[in-house]
């Protein structure tokens, strides 16, 4: 009878002991479940910035357009606090160290900082694809409250077909020209890596830009076309621009000039600041009263930018009123 007690308690206390130590490798394979997957909750707070302002790149393209050699210097960071990068890097830093350390201090789940390798980086122009590099390194942690940064030069080996779309971009767009930068970091946790994706987009200006000339006419107040009216009356010349580019706005000083048919001398000259927002047009006028019969035409011109010759103006019949 004792026998078979004894053996009963040291049965019940194997099958404790097994249930301990079950339990024990239960918590430990939990704790490492909840590291990966706080790793990956990490992994989602990494952001990229790219050290390469819209100045640089534009001196970049004019020189590489000059002769000059295709190398480009290219930095980006990597952090793991929230970042916004408005002119320039501007760092929103919540009390994140406190929370790590009281996580790693209370709680069974270690906080495992991400690794950074190889990275890539592609250089578009327009869409299309001028240049592929990679960059391999060796891992390095990307740390919680500084700056992970990298440097890298790109060297365009293309240089003709790069030089080619700029300038086409540049005749398309009044001098802008649209250049992407994509990659993507090559990033460890533990046993597991896969690809970090970035991109950003630079509109540098290889030439200054200027608006362009839609149409201009003689108008009435209500905007209807006029080829005559009579001494004493108001008309108004109407002109229509547009602003090429994708992001820059233009203001222009637009000298309009009336001469009249007979006379070498202009009967008036008269000028405005004329703002157009990126990818818009905007139409103006100017208000003119002609005190005595004859022909009339204009010009049109800003320094640098839009020109109409009177030859090319259309002509308005003054009568005598």
Known sequence: MRGRKREKMERDELVSLLFLALLFFVLLAGRELGSIYNGYGEI???????????????????GVLGGEEPDLDVGISLTLPSVRNVEGIVTEMPDYARKWLISVAVSPIIVRQPEISDVEIRLLVE????????????????PYISLLERSFSLRIEDVEGFREAVREASDL??????VTFTGRALLHVLFLKDWLPFSTTR????????????????????????IQTQTGQTTLIQFRIANPTRVHSISENVTVTVHKQGSEEPI?????ITPVAPGTT???????????????????????????DKSDSPSLQVDDG
């Not at 869409?127 to 990307?142: C, D, L, M």
């Not at 767009?173 to 649209?178: K, T």
């Open 44 to 62: 989602s707070r990494l952001s990229v910035l790219f050290q390469l302002d819209e100045g640089e790149l534009a001196g970049y393209v004019e």
């Open 127 to 142: 869409g299309e694809e001028i240049h592929f590099q990679r960059f391999p390194s060796e891992k390095e942690k990307v």
């Open 173 to 178: 767009h009044g001098g802008e020209v649209e």
């Open 203 to 226: 509109y540098p200006l290889v030439r200054i830009p200027h608006v362009e000339l839609e149409s201009s006419w003689w108008v009435d107040s209500e905007g209807k076309t006029k």
């Open 268 to 272: 008036h000259t008269s000028w405005k």
């Open 282 to 308: 905007a139409t103006y006028v100017f208000p003119f009263t002609p005190e005595e019969p004859g022909v009339y035409r204009y010009s049109l011109e800003a320094k640098g930018g839009l020109t109409l």
